[in-house]
Structure formats: C-alpha cells, structure tokens
C-alpha cells in the first residue's frame, strides 16, 4: 500500500518540474521622448526577422529543451504597426508604395535564459534591434540593445513571461526612438 502511494507522489512531484512551452504575444509600446520632431512626409515599415534561431530560450526545469519559448507568429506585423502609429503621431503618412522614407527595422536577437538545473530563480533577458533609414541616397543606420536580469521564486507564467520579454523589446525601442541622430534624420536635418 505505501510502495504505490510513494510512487503516486513522485509521479506527481517530477510532473511539477515539467514546464510546458509558451507562445508570447508581442505588444510593444513606444514613447517618444520630450522634444521630439514634428515631420512631414510620407514613411513605409519593413520588418525583418533577422534572428538565426526563432526560439527565444527555454523555460528551464526538468525538462528544459521541451520547454521553449517562442513568439507568437503575428510579431512582425504587430511591431510594425507600432513603429508606424510612432512615426504617425510625429507627423508622418505611412505610404508602403511611394514613401519619402523608407524605414526598415531588424529584430537581431531576442534571448530568454535561465540558470542551468530544475529549480528556476533568475531570468536574463536581452534584445537588439537595428534600423535601417533610407531617403533618397541618405542613409542612416543604428543598432539598440536592451538587456534585463530579473529574480523570481518560481519559473514564470505566460503572463509574466509576456511582460518580461515586451518589457525588455520596449526598452530597445525606445532606445531607438531616443536616438537623436535617428530623430535628425527623420526631421531631414
């Protein structure tokens, strides 16, 4: 009788060590800083995934390589839906077939990483984006990076996974948008 309930109760505990895997939306969130141009003239957004492995890191826990994270499949449109309603409110028209500007973003890394063995109880963050502006025969070109190192008691949910990785996606655009050479050459100075 004790031989099964034993058992029974291992099961479970090593089931707990089991993270599974999760898919995170992206909601990027960009705030332009005080004093930012006012421009006119018309824009287009190009976003490339430019990442060499489209999975984020792994959860951790007893079985980490199942448990990865990845972003979920409309990510390139929703980041650059953002970076467009940014260049709208600075007085841009987004026009994809005769733009005066020609705006293109690199997602290079975004990585997820927590210490090695079953118990999780910090989560690295780090991500780089680079832009590409183009203007006739005027180019300009910046690369942004954000990095996080968060302790937690436990493995994060989806939700806080969620939060974590727009929070360290946020921090790389906004430093771009931050950027006064990049507002410069927006502004056409």
């Given at each position: 009788?004790r031989?099964p309930l034993?058992?029974?109760?291992m099961?479970?505990?090593m089931a707990?060590c089991a ?8 909601s990027?969130?960009?705030?332009l ?5 006012y ?8 976003l490339f ?7 984020i890191?792994?959860?951790?826990g007893a079985y980490?390589k199942s ?12 980041l650059?839906?953002?970076v467009?309603?940014t260049?709208q409110?600075m007085?841009?028209e987004v026009?994809d077939q005769?733009?005066l500007?020609?705006?293109?973003l690199?997602?290079?890394r975004?990585s997820?990483q927590?210490?090695?063995g079953?118990?999780?109880s910090?989560v690295?963050l780090?991500?780089?984006v ?8 005027q180019r300009f070109q ?7 190192q ?5 493995a ?5 996974n969620?939060a ?7 921090t790389?655009l906004?430093?771009l948008f931050?950027d006064r ?6 502004a056409?100075?």
């Open positions: 009788m031989m034993l058992l029974l109760l099961s479970l505990l707990g993270l599974s895997p999760q898919q995170v939306a992206l990027p969130k960009i705030d800083p005080s004093g930012a141009p421009a006119r003239g018309s824009v287009s957004v190009t995934d430019e990442r060499s492995n489209k999975v890191g792994t959860r951790g980490a448990s990865t994270l990845t972003l979920k499949d409309d990510f390139p449109r929703t650059a839906r953002e467009e309603r260049l409110s007085g841009f026009d005769n733009p500007i020609r705006f293109n690199y997602l290079d975004l997820y927590v210490p090695e079953t118990y999780v910090q690295d780090s991500a780089a680079r832009a590409e502006l183009l203007r006739g025969n910046g690369r942004y990076e954000a990095q996080s968060n302790r937690v008691v436990s994060p949910d989806e939700e806080k969620s974590l990785i727009n929070e360290v996606v946020n790389a906004n430093r931050s050479s990049l507002l410069d050459f927006l056409g100075s």
